[in-house]
């Protein structure tokens, strides 16, 4: 499959970064994720000094299993390493089917179920969290989640190579990991109220503290889209 993978495979999302594609085994999908050619002082970091972004996403998907955190079941890595440093990386996986992801919640608020899902994810985190895992890419597109039953929802991590693992996780840096998910008021007002009930927090200091790691984010990314404009628009 990575042999023939530019000619082979369907391509799953828009590829515009790294590139996704599935294939048929044995009456199973395979979702092998391509990663980009690292720039060259990345190339030479990957092959000597650090892990590759293929390496990690399997590492620590094998990781979250082991914690009983959701991930699509994890199948192996591959690297490609020339003389001048790592060139193409590959991460395997099986594939998984979901009814959604957290983006359809940001994007429709009148979603079956809306702040019953949004309050079950909330539980989630917080079990993320109370395990010590920082997922740096909690964002709107990286949890898959399937209906288990009439009411109950399953949880599924992607896109892993970004994580840090700690003993304990102090109050901040749990508040911060929700900053990149959604600027909706009313939407971190129900997260809000379901992490505090859980962590055992004044709601109002959750709340807060929640509101301004995402406010933060929000002012970086709209200023970094305003250079970016600026930037094409003297080119």
Not at 45 to 53: I, N
Not at 130 to 137: C, S, Y
Request: aromatic share 14%; charged share 30%.
């Amino acid at each position: 499959m990575i042999e023939n993978f530019n000619s082979n495979g369907v391509l799953f999302g828009d590829g515009n970064r790294n590139k996704i594609k599935l294939f048929d085994l044995e009456e199973k999908t395979i979702n092998i994720k391509s990663f980009k050619i690292p720039h060259v002082i990345n190339k030479i970091a990957y092959k000597y000094f650090r892990k590759s972004k293929a390496r990690r996403s399997y590492e620590f998907a094998n990781r979250l299993l082991e914690n009983g955190i959701g991930t699509p079941q994890p199948i192996a890595y591959a690297e490609n390493f020339k003389l001048s440093g790592l060139e193409k990386s590959y991460y395997i996986s099986e594939h998984l089917d979901a009814e959604l992801t957290f983006r359809e919640l940001v994007l429709d608020q009148d979603y079956p179920d809306h702040e019953n899902i949004l309050r079950q994810f909330t539980q989630f985190t917080f079990d993320l969290h109370e395990k010590g895992i920082e997922f740096l890419d909690h964002s709107p597109g990286n949890t898959l989640i399937k209906k288990k039953s009439q009411d109950q929802y399953e949880f599924f991590l992607v896109d892993l190579n970004r994580m840090n693992f700690h003993e304990v996780m102090d109050f901040d840096a749990r508040m911060k990991n929700f900053h990149r998910l959604t600027p909706k008021i009313e939407m971190l007002a129900v997260m809000s109220k379901e992490y505090a009930k859980l962590y055992n927090k004044d709601y109002e200091e959750v709340f807060s503290k929640m509101c301004f790691y995402t406010n933060d984010f929000q002012m970086k990314f709209h200023r970094k889209i305003a250079r970016k404009k600026k930037l094409l628009f003297w080119r």
